[in-house]
């Protein structure tokens, strides 16, 4: 059976890559800032939010391709606040000075869908602690990683360097990199994507 990614993520690419699984990567952009404003504007839960944009792209994908159509989303959430991903350096670099010593939520949703319709969907919450590191090892961890701090919501790479910015962290690894791996694999195997 065929498998389709609907994400442009490097990341959620080599987690699926390096797992040994065979799939096309489809990306059919969505509006992810008006379905966000539209939900905050009623109230939505944030959690929904994540589920809502993984749906989206899942779905705009699995209407004209056919086959198991994976779509994730992640957001960030501190202090009860939703944040996008750091415009620039600069916001990266206020961003990560925000978030120095506190504790914040990565929500992360999986859905695939299969001829338009959603078949399966996951949810992860993980809880991450960041240690109060100092201005000289923020600077130079700026300058190492550059405008790839730009690229996730939390301005960090977890799976490389930004993993020297946490003191405590309770979730699964893959859910912080983006894409709930464990469970995705499970259900492909249930229907027959992979070899069980």
Request: proline share 2%; with cysteine; glycine share 8%.
């Amino acid at each position: 059976m065929r498998v389709i990614l609907a994400s442009g993520s490097q990341i959620r690419r080599k987690l699926m890559s390096d797992a040994g699984l065979e799939f096309e990567v489809i990306v059919k952009p969505v509006d992810e800032a008006a379905i966000k404003a539209s939900m905050l504007a009623e109230s939505a839960r944030l959690r929904d939010i994540a589920d809502a944009l993984a749906e989206a792209k899942a779905m705009r994908v699995s209407r004209i391709e056919e086959g198991l159509v994976i779509g994730a989303d992640q957001i960030m959430v501190m202090d009860g606040e939703l944040y996008d991903k750091p415009k620039d350096i600069n916001d990266a670099r206020e961003r990560l000075k925000l978030m120095r010593g506190k504790t914040h939520f990565l929500v992360g949703a999986v859905v695939i869908c299969e001829g338009g319709q959603a078949v399966w969907r996951h949810m992860a919450k993980t809880k991450l602690t960041m240690r109060d590191f100092s201005d000289g090892f923020l600077e130079d961890y700026i300058e190492k990683e550059d405008d790839l701090l730009t690229k996730s919501v939390g301005a960090y790479r977890f799976e490389g360097l930004g993993a020297q910015l946490f003191s405590h962290v309770e979730g699964d690894f893959f859910s912080i990199l983006g894409l709930s791996l464990l469970p995705v694999m499970d259900y492909l195997r249930l229907r027959g994507a992979i070899p069980s």
